[in-house]
Structure formats: C-alpha cells, structure tokens
C-alpha cells in the first residue's frame, strides 16, 4: 500500500459511516488509498489454573469452548462491519479502499498501522458509548496522544467542508500547522479563518499578521482575535461564521494546549458539532 494512506477506524457505531465519509474525503483530495480498521480488543477470562488444579475440568473446557465461539463470532462481525464500511467509503469517492481486522490494544494498533500512514480518522464516539468503559470515543485522548501523524475526529454527520478555522496560539506547532497548511491539497479551494485567543490585542494581531503570511494563500483569509475562555471562544466562532472543519496543532504553549492534550479534550469535541483536524 502507498505511503500516505488514510487509516479510518470503525467499531460499527453511528460514527461509522461519518468516519467512512471523512475518510474519503481527505483520500480524495490527497489521492490516496483507504485502510479501513476493526480493532477487537482484549478480553477477560477465567483464571485456568485454579480450575485445573481442581475437580472441575470440564467447566474449563467448556469455557475454552464458549472463549473460541466468541472470537470467531467477533471476528466475523468485524469482517461484516468492514464489508458495509468500504462499500460507504467507495461510494464517497475514495480513491482506493482495503480493510483489516485486528486484535488487542487500540494504541498498540495504532503504532503499527500509521507507518505509512499520513491520517488516522475516528469518530467522536464509539459502539459502546454508554455502557463500557473501553470503547471507541473514551479513547480519543490517548489516540491524539499517541498518533504520530494527523487525526481527524470525525463529527456525528459528514457535510461538505467549504470553510476552515485554525486555532492558532503563536507557539511552534501551531507555526508548523500553518506550515502544512499552507501545501497540502486537503485545503484547495477552502475558505481559511485564524482564530487567536488572547487578552493582548497587540501581541494577538502580530501573531494573526505573521500566520497570514506564513499560510501565504492566493485568497482572502479571516483573521480574529478574542479574549475569554479558548473552548467556549473557539465554539462560539465555529458556530457564528458556519465553520466546517477546526484544525489545531498538536501541542501548544497556551490554553489551546488544554484543549488537544488535556482534561477538556471530551468537552471540545462538544461544543464544535464539527470534525476536529488535529495537524502533525
């Protein structure tokens, strides 16, 4: 497969076929293949040496036999899962699709499939979100924790992305966001906004001023500055000037650090009912 591959993954949830249409999108604009990924976590089971040291062999043999029914039913269900889901994705227009099941810690999965990866695509939530502590949308924190390349988390619904916002604090992976904004195609044709939040309109303005040249974009560009609390700033504008997608460095020097790396992580991917693009 191509270095640059776009790794969605997909747990069956309501998310799914958002994270199916995300991905598609960036494929299409990076030309770029599709990896669609099922990760079957770790289970529990029985301790078998208390029961092999007793009269009871055969509740372990029958649960030898309930462990192996129940890996194959969960593999299957993956492939069925992965089945609907490429049938979205190549329907959404991406360019090449091919899809994988694997097994064990969603992390360690991860190191793995983003190699030759340029993104990783999740949904906000998982299949499990109400009721398990281990599912897809409990770990979106690890995931932007310990990804190496760009994350998207995809909103509830995909739509057509026409405008996008750049958190921006000034600090150096925000200066290397806009860096890789300002050559990579996912962006052509999009209608950028930079956004600073600070309390010090001078030293905000320098750093909007500085972005905007650095962004070097043959098009008008928003900028703004605001003071206030980051997340409830970077909502409100999101919702006031209909932005489609929110893209932030990685790590920051500022508030905007709590957002991606933090506490408040979960909280922000509330407030914007839109896909967060968190740029490596």
């Known amino acids: 497969m191509a270095v640059g591959k776009v ?9 799914s076929t958002s994270v199916c ?30 029961l092999e040291d007793s009269a009871r062999g055969d509740l372990l043999d029958r649960l030898r036999e309930m462990e192996g029914q129940r890996h194959a039913l969960a593999d299957q269900m993956g492939e069925a899962i992965l089945a609907e889901a490429a049938a979205l994705t190549t329907a959404a227009g991406a360019p090449e699709v091919h899809r994988k099941v694997r097994h064990g810690d969603l992390i360690e999965a991860l190191h793995e499939l983003e190699v030759d990866a340029r993104y990783i695509v999740v949904g906000k939530r998982g299949a499990a979100a109400d009721f398990a502590k281990l599912h897809l949308g409990s770990n979106i924190e690890r995931v932007v924790r310990a990804s190496r390349v760009n994350v998207m988390v995809a909103s509830r619904a995909f739509s057509k992305v026409k405008r996008f916002l750049v958190a921006y604090d000034g600090g150096r992976s925000a200066r290397k966001a806009i860096e890789l904004i300002s050559r990579s195609p996912l962006y052509t044709g999009l209608k950028p906004h930079i ?23 043959s098009g008008d560009v928003v900028t703004d500055a605001a003071p206030g609390d980051a997340e409830k700033v970077i909502a409100g504008y999101v919702e006031e000037n209909c932005i489609d997608l929110l893209v932030m460095g990685a790590y920051g020097h500022s508030r905007v650090r709590n957002l991606l790396v933090g506490s408040t992580t979960s909280q922000m991917m509330r407030s914007c009912r839109i896909p967060v693009l968190i740029v490596r």
């Not at 790794?7 to 998310?15: E, I, K, N, P």
Request: negative net charge; charged residues 20%.
């Open 195 to 217: 956004l600073t939040v600070s309390p010090n309109t001078a030293e905000a303005q320098r750093q909007l001023e500085a972005a905007e040249e650095a962004l070097n974009w």
């Open 7 to 15: 790794v969605a993954l997909v747990d069956g949830s309501s998310y």
């Open 21 to 50: 249409e995300h991905a598609a999108w960036i494929a299409s604009r990076h030309q770029v293949p599709v990896e669609l990924v099922h990760v079957i976590g770790r289970r529990e089971t029985a301790p078998h040496d208390l």
